[in-house]
T-cell receptor, first 117, second 117 residues
């Protein structure tokens, strides 16, 4: 079974600054996907960024980037130029890859990020 | 394009009553997932369907919970009888396929907040 751990229940950052959210996971799989989801107060789950485990290059999406360390099973999210609208709960998630494994998501506990003006 | 539709958005009921949550996946998606979000357990998968067939229901907490997908455009999650510990937000998500060699993003509905008094 896979586990995902987010050790930072809460974080805060000043507007326009950079913040990094941490995530570690445990799996015996070699092929998988990792994700960061954002859940604002509206509680809608929004996909922020994804990383394929077979890709060495770290994924980036505008102000969001990841630091994927496969050997260390670490997957952190960096948010640059933080904006007030980034205030939300952020979930790290794992998905196995393959034709027989299905595509269920396993989530971490979440990190509540607050961006202060 | 309509996203995943869930109803009701909010449900308040009394212990012992039957509760039915409804989900309409995105048209063309053939995989559907039910997740539950609580403070204690975070986000966890309850059950998922592929082509209307339940694939993995190991996350269903007990016999009081049941899920059906009578056709490709509709699914229900039923709790009977409901208990206060069932209070949570229930999310439905859909994707193009659970079995694939490529990534299929899961799109989440807005969730149903259930309160059992």
């Amino acid at each position: 079974a896979q586990t995902v751990t987010q050790s930072q229940p809460e974080m805060s950052v000043q507007e326009a600054e950079t913040v990094t959210l941490s995530c570690t996971y445990d799996t015996s799989e070699n092929n998988y996907y990792l994700f960061w989801y954002k859940q604002p107060p509206s509680r809608q789950m929004i996909l922020v960024i994804r990383q394929e485990a077979y890709k060495q290059q770290n994924a980036t999406e505008n102000r969001f980037s990841v630091n994927f360390q496969k050997a260390a099973k670490s997957f952190s999210l960096k948010i640059s130029d933080s904006q007030l609208g980034d205030t939300a709960m952020y979930f790290c998630a794992f998905m196995k890859h393959g034709v027989t494994s299905g595509s269920r998501l396993t989530f971490g506990e979440g990190t509540q990020l607050t961006v202060n003006p | 394009d309509a996203g995943v539709i869930q109803s009701p958005r909010h449900e308040v009921t009394e212990m012992g009553q039957e509760v039915t949550l409804r989900c309409k996946p995105i048209s063309g998606h053939n995989s559907l997932f039910w997740y539950r979000q609580t403070m204690m357990r975070g986000l966890e998968l309850l059950i998922y369907f592929n082509n209307n067939v339940p694939i993995d229901d190991s996350g269903m907490p007990e016999d009081r919970f049941s899920a059906k997908m009578p056709n490709a455009s509709f699914s229900t999650l039923k709790i009977q009888p409901s208990e206060p510990r069932d209070s949570a937000v229930y999310f439905c998500a859909s994707s193009r396929g659970a079995y694939s060699s490529s990534y299929n993003e899961q799109f989440f509905g807005p969730g149903t907040r259930l309160t059992v008094l």
